[in-house]
């Protein structure tokens, strides 16, 4: 039952049998063999074979889905302990959008690894989209994004506000500026467009390498108050330019240690809120 249940989540995730073969590194005839003997095993139908590339899900696919996570949790920590004979080190993943990866995550974590000695921790950046869909799928306990994004598997908290500044050699005509998926893109283009701008533009797809051209006197660019260096220069943007940063966490959370982390962060920023 473990390898169709295995087989079922590599289906569903990527919407595909031949990508979920490839995953899994089995036949496609063996993925449709599977789901079909799952989908007799359990009397359901799980996805909608309509000759599309793309699978529908049912219904009771996404029920399947969601508790399976939660049983794969169950699963790792089984294993875990009895590879150890004894209570396993408890691991939390952690995974955050570049902005808060870079200059808010080190602070936080400096406390973290204070107060939860026994923990060990996981790291890891990415976009916004990226990490909401991590989350959603349980490839890590606790995510933060710079986008509200909708989530209807996971708990979106908000948790800091992030200023925004318009940052370098402001006389330059050229814009160093985020990919489109970045948060930081879409406040740029508003006010590109709030002041009719149709300006050259350098795509820089992370943070510190803008900050660094910054400095060396290349160019200017909307970039977080907090990626600031004494050798650049900035000034203030209306209070349209503050976005808030959000935390990401599972709607389920069984350990008590990942329950006193989280109560932790959000305790954390309520104070740096003031």
Not at 33 to 60: A, H, P
Not at 98 to 111: G, H, I
Not at 117 to 122: D, G, L, N, Y
Not at 159 to 171: K, P, R
Request: negative net charge; glycine residues 2%.
């Amino acid at each position: 039952m473990f390898k169709l249940l295995n087989t079922f989540r590599a289906v569903y995730e990527t919407k595909n049998f031949s990508k979920a073969a490839e995953v899994l590194f089995i036949s496609q005839p063996a993925v449709s063999n599977q789901i079909k003997q799952l989908e007799e095993e359990l009397n359901v139908e799980l996805f909608v074979r309509s000759g599309r590339q793309e699978m529908v899900t049912t219904k009771q696919a996404e029920i399947l889905y969601h508790h399976l996570l939660n049983l794969a949790d169950d699963w790792e920590d089984i294993l875990q302990a009895l590879k150890t004979q004894s209570v396993p080190k408890e691991t939390c993943k952690i995974i955050a959008s570049n902005t808060f990866a870079v200059y808010y995550l080190p602070e936080l974590m400096k406390e973290l690894v204070r107060h939860f000695p026994e923990v060990s921790f996981v790291l890891e950046m990415d976009n916004s989209e990226v990490v909401l869909d991590k989350i959603e799928k349980h490839q890590a306990h606790f995510g933060f994004i710079e986008k509200p994004l909708i989530t209807e598997t996971a708990i979106r908290q908000e948790i800091l506000n992030d200023e925004l500044v318009h940052a370098g050699d402001l006389s330059s005509e050229l814009w160093l500026v985020r990919e489109e998926s970045s948060g930081v893109y879409h406040y740029t283009e508003r006010y590109f467009l709030e002041n009719n701008l149709s300006p050259q533009k350098m795509i820089i797809k992370n943070n510190e390498i803008i900050v660094r051209c910054l400095e060396k006197g290349i160019g200017q660019s909307i970039l977080s108050k907090k990626a600031l260096t004494p050798k650049i220069h900035w000034q203030s943007l209306s209070s349209g330019y503050q976005r808030k940063f959000y935390l990401i966490k599972r709607d389920r959370i069984d350990s008590t240690q990942l329950r006193k982390i989280v109560h932790f962060i959000t305790t954390h920023f309520q104070k740096e809120n003031g």
